[in-house]
C-alpha cells in the first residue's frame, strides 16, 4: 500500500477512533453531529454503548491493517460502513426518515478507501511472498 492511501487509511482510524472516545466521554456533544438528541435512562445506555462500539471498532480495524499489515482487518470496517449508509437509505425509504446524503457519502467514501487499500495491501503482500 502507497504510503499516502496508508496514510488515509491511519487518519480515518485515529479520526473514528476519536469519535468513538467522544461518544464515552462527550455525548452530549458529539450526538448532536450525528441529528441525535441524547435519550435517558437505557436508551442513553444502548446509544453511548453502540455508538462508541461501532467506531472504536473502525478505528481499531483500520489502525491494526495499517500496522500489522493485515488488510483482512479493513474489510469489517469497510462493511460495516456500507451497511450503515445501506440502512440510512432503507430508514429514508421506509420509514420517512430525512434523507442523509452527507452521511452517505462520507460513508461510502471512506468504505471505498478501506476496500481500496485492502486490494493494494494484499497485492504487495502476495508480490513480497
Known sequence: ???LLQAVVAL???LFVLTGVQWLVMPDIVAPQFG???SVG???SSQVGDMAAFFLLLGFCSLWAVANKQPHWLYPASLLL???AVGR???WLIHDAAFAGDMILVE??????LGLAAKRLTTELAKNG
Open 1 to 3: 500500500m502507497g504510503r
Open 12 to 14: 480515518l482510524g485515529c
Open 36 to 38: 441525535l438528541e441524547l
Open 42 to 44: 437505557l436508551g442513553l
Open 82 to 84: 456500507v451497511l450503515t
Open 89 to 91: 437509505v432503507v430508514a
Open 108 to 113: 461510502l467514501m471512506s468504505a471505498a478507501i
